[in-house]
């Protein structure tokens, strides 16, 4: 697939064909995903694949548990339908105070990979803004070791919906020269 | 460019040649860069692209100025040497509370849109992780109104410089499945 195109093309998708996504597919996706730039390219990343339908219902109802009011119309219960669940997940020691960041670089990676293959997913946070207590919640079910972070949470599976268009803004809206309100 | 050989191939650049970026040319790299996901697709990002040698000169005197401990081996300075610097900011009131993670999903694109073009940049937060004076800073500069963040600050050029192999961690100390420590 093109770049350009995947960029384009790359779209959030919640509804999960009954395909099996293998291991090898799999692979190949985080093969890239470790690809993602990092501080100081210490690399601090690691990814737990989640498969077991049990482990996913309880990722679903922990994000279900947790989500904010502006975000309840959108139940996470679809996440127990995709093949499998990458947590990304990130080594404090390893990430020179950018522990969340990492992992959102590696999580645009492995999304980009992952529509490269067909397969499609959607970005979940792992945390909670502020008073974070679903970290700890899914810390706990990867059975993450102290100092690794889970940061997000990808369902990917083949898609079984076609999103509507997308709607951007406008660039000259969101493009300024120099400095905010400057000459487009 | 193939997807697969922009994950693989974009790399940090600190030297870039004297050679224009065109306004035209940043333009198709912003057009991609705001196809990044976004939190319940409310596009919170906007970008300001910066030419002036003087407000450049100000970034990485700022950049230099706020660098921690581990970090200060690597000035900021070679900003002031790339044809354009682009400061991905997002607007708080359409952030969902993911200011940041917004911000470093529009810039894994954009590094990824300005590489596929032979433009080469490199990743540089614009806060501090603790007691941010930076990004304040940054605003000042940037003349961000209220509610505007500065996230990332993106040198873009042609590179001048061959960076040697990157060394990746082996897939199977990163990958786990089913949790952490599990079979790979």
């Known amino acids: 697939m093109n770049l350009d195109e995947g960029l384009r093309g790359r779209r959030s998708i919640r509804r999960y064909a009954e395909r099996d996504v293998s291991d090898a597919l799999l692979r190949e996706v985080l093969d890239l995903a470790r690809h993602a730039p990092s501080s100081m390219d210490d690399q601090p990343c690691c990814f737990v694949a989640i498969r077991a ?4 219902r309880r990722i679903a109802a922990a994000k279900n548990a ?7 119309a ?3 219960d679809f996440v127990s339908d995709a093949p499998v669940v990458v947590a990304v997940c990130v080594e404090r020691a390893r990430a020179h105070g950018r522990v969340r960041e990492n992992g959102v670089l590696a999580t645009a990676f492995l ?27 899914i810390a706990a079910l990867l059975g993450l070791p102290d100092g690794i972070q889970p940061v997000t949470l990808v369902p990917l599976g083949f898609p ?4 509507g268009a997308k709607r951007l803004r406008p660039l000259d809206e969101i493009v300024h020269a120099e400095a905010y309100g400057g000459p487009r």
């Open 74 to 76: 959108f139940p996470a």
């Open 53 to 56: 339908g049990d482990s996913k």
């Open 111 to 137: 999304l980009l990979a992952a529509h490269a293959r067909g397969l499609s997913g959607v970005y979940l946070s792992a945390y909670e803004s502020e008073n974070d207590t679903l970290a700890p919640q």
């Open 160 to 163: 079984a919906e076609e999103p």
């Open 66 to 72: 947790h989500s904010p009011p502006d975000k309840r």
